[in-house]
């Protein structure tokens, strides 16, 4: 099945820094969520967007819905040591269908 | 609390040993489905059910069996048939009503390796 492409793969940054992040599909999705991985354990949902467009926060967490429906962006602002892990995204093409997942950004901060 | 739970979190066994791995939720979501990580890579789907007593193969089903005979359970079986089955497990549900529609929620993983 399709998969999600991701970029960068992996970003080491200095704590306080803002990180961007993208998602992006040759297919238009109308569902697309953010998860964050810690290792060994479950991905936990940051944010679910619905409408292109669309830009909603968590904290200091903010994501976006291409306008073109195809991709998806997420920042993170005034990074901070917990927030190491892999994010990854996934879309959803029409409701009820199966999402698809890209395979994440790894994220590292360094005090 | 509610949630997904997943056991046992971590599980060895010998080649040509099948071994079920749990999957509880008791969010009340009708649709659950078992996913596995491989380093690198996207969750890849393995099986989903939409409903009670109805399952439906994914993209990598061989090698795994599933069944459904309770909404709140979705036991995942991975048998000797499968070839590379070292991997991560993860279960996730999704309600189909509600203000949480479409989403996606997962439980804590289990870890197979396979000596």
């Known amino acids: 099945g399709q998969q999600l492409n991701q970029s960068p793969q992996s970003m080491f940054i200095q704590e306080g820094e803002d990180v961007s992040m993208n998602c992006t599909s040759s297919?238009?999705?109308?569902?697309w969520l953010w998860y964050k991985q810690e290792p060994g354990e479950g991905p936990v949902l940051l944010i679910a967007?619905?409408?292109?467009?669309e830009l909603t926060s968590n904290g200091r967490l903010t994501a976006q819905f291409g306008i073109t429906r195809k991709d998806s962006f997420l920042n993170i602002s005034a990074s901070i040591p917990s927030d190491v892990g892999i994010y990854f995204c996934?879309?959803?093409?029409?409701?009820?269908?199966?999402?698809?997942f890209g395979p994440g950004t790894r994220l590292s901060v360094l005090p | 609390d509610g949630g997904i739970t997943q056991s046992p979190k971590y599980l060895f066994r010998k080649e040509g040993q099948n071994v079920t791995l749990s999957c509880e939720q008791n969010?009340?979501?009708?649709?659950m489905y078992w996913y596995r990580q491989d380093p690198g890579q996207g969750l890849r789907l393995i099986y989903y059910?939409?409903?009670?007593?109805?399952?439906q193969k994914g993209d990598i089903a061989e090698g795994y069996s599933v069944s459904r005979e309770k909404k709140e359970s979705f036991p995942l079986t991975v048998t000797s048939a499968q070839k590379n089955p070292t991997a991560f497990y993860l279960c996730?549900?999704?309600?189909?009503?509600?203000?949480?529609?479409?989403?996606?929620?997962f439980g804590e993983g289990s870890r197979l390796t396979v000596l």
């Open positions: 996934a879309g959803q093409r029409n409701y009820g269908q199966n999402f698809v």
């Open positions: 967007l619905y409408k292109a467009g």
């Open positions: 059910s939409q409903i009670v007593n109805d399952f």
């Open positions: 297919s238009i999705f109308n569902t």
């Open positions: 996730a549900s999704s309600p189909r009503t509600g203000p949480d529609t479409g989403e996606l929620f």
């Open positions: 969010l009340n979501h009708d649709a």
